[in-house]
């Protein structure tokens, strides 16, 4: 669809000034479309006010938009009620707010909490914390020779001292996707908790929480085309109704007195003072966006250019392609012998490749896959095999200057 790539002003902006951007840091966050960005600048400039409170038309107009959000949310990940949809910063906002208010009031010494191998920080620190500070156990779900998470594995540490199971939906490092309906309901025989990190499956597949059967689930907006600092967790309502608020403060409160305080309904029991307006906006506008080109479309682009990557950069010797088989995801890592990863970055930069280059916030991957980091490369809507070809190209360049 070559229509696409106009719809993000940031490319037109780059080639006027004379400054090529080939955007392959997707994993990490998105370009923004010119839709969204004219929706936040639409809500400050047309109907700003706070949400909730006022009676005046800027506040109705907001306190509107700010719900049809919460709505156009709750349909995009398929959660039965708006009550199950809280707004936060981000997926680790999310995270901490699971780990805060629901695990740690019921852990106890001896029990335990599985997390993968393959884990962002966010989804690891977190509850490995709450764990050693309570004595429980954390434990690692390994993965297997295809850096898989090893199912048998899983299987025979689900036992009734497991209170959560935490698990990434895509790894950002591997792009390896989990069967997470499989481990859902392996978890569940014992009646084991399931939070999904969900940071990098929007553009990659349609999000069905009732479908899928997981406790929890979160993801970014920035990483769905919408703004920084809005995030999404999804909870069952019944979960959600029996924990208690992280943040306590104005707007989460029905009434309060010198004795005591009662809390107000879901969802805004779970955000206490003024939201991130126009971020939620901002997130209704990019899920518009992506329901007009489909989610299916994108995930098909993104898995597309994955495979093509793979076939072009096997070409090059001495380049080690990790998780290379991975399916239907966007990401992919790989190294040079020989060349550090930072090294090949600052060259890919200076041809207006953007990548990342590092742990990518996992280290217990990395160490266990020995290595210092990698290259990582991630697709979206907007990148073409033109520009896979041209990493390939100057891939071989940096080959040539550095050995």
């Known amino acids: 669809m070559p229509w696409i790539k106009s719809e993000f002003p940031i490319f037109e902006t780059a080639r006027k000034e004379g400054r090529p951007l080939i955007f392959l840091d997707n994993a990490s966050t998105t370009q923004k479309p010119q839709c969204v960005i004219d929706a936040i600048a639409g809500f400050y400039a047309g109907y700003y006010a706070n949400v909730g409170r006022g009676l005046y038309w800027p506040a109705t107009a907001a306190s509107s938009g700010y719900d049809q959000a919460r709505e ?153 085309f919408g703004p920084t600092g809005i995030g999404v967790l999804y909870g069952k309502q019944v979960l959600l109704e029996n924990m208690s608020p992280l943040a306590y403060g104005g707007g989460m409160v029905q009434q309060v007195t010198i004795d005591k305080t009662i809390m107000a309904d879901l969802p805004t029991k779970h955000e206490a003072g003024t939201p991130n307006i126009a971020g939620a906006i901002g997130l209704a506008a990019a899920i518009d966006f992506i329901n007009l080109v489909g989610v299916e479309e994108i995930g098909k682009h993104s898995a597309e250019l994955r495979k093509y990557a793979v076939e072009r950069l096997s070409e090059i010797e001495g380049l080690t392609l990790f998780a290379k088989d991975a399916k239907t995801t966007a990401i992919l890592s790989f190294t040079i012998e020989g060349i550090h990863p930072h090294d090949i970055a600052a060259f890919l930069t200076e041809k207006g490749i953007a990548v990342r280059a590092g742990h990518h916030c996992t280290h217990p991957l990395t160490h266990k896959l020995d290595i210092g980091g990698t290259v990582r490369v991630s697709f979206n809507i907007y990148n073409s095999e033109e520009e896979v070809d041209f990493l390939k190209n100057t891939l071989d360049e940096i080959k040539s200057f550095f050995l």
């Not at 039965?80 to 852990?107: Q, W, Y």
């Not at 199912?151 to 069967?179: H, R």
Request: net charge positive; hydrophobic share 45%; glycine share 6%.
């Open 72 to 224: 156009k949310v709750r349909v995009f990940i398929g959660a039965s009620s708006k009550k199950e949809v809280i707004f936060t910063s981000g997926t680790t906002d999310a995270v901490n707010k699971v780990v805060n208010s629901f695990l740690l009031p019921r852990l106890e010494q001896g029990d335990e909490v599985l997390v993968s191998e393959m884990e962002h920080h966010s989804n690891f620190v977190p509850w490995q914390h709450a764990c050693q500070s309570k004595g429980a156990q954390l434990k690692v779900i390994p993965l297997d020779a295809g850096l898989n998470l090893d199912l048998s594995k899983l299987a025979s540490m689900l036992t009734d001292k497991v209170k959560v199971l935490a698990v990434t939906a895509i790894s950002n490092t591997l792009g390896v996707k989990n069967d997470l309906k499989k481990i859902i309901k392996l978890a569940h025989q014992y009646n084991i908790k399931v939070f999904v990190d969900a940071a990098q499956l929007p553009l990659s597949a349609k999000i069905n929480v009732q479908n899928m059967g997981c406790d929890f689930l979160a993801f970014s907006g920035h990483k769905a």
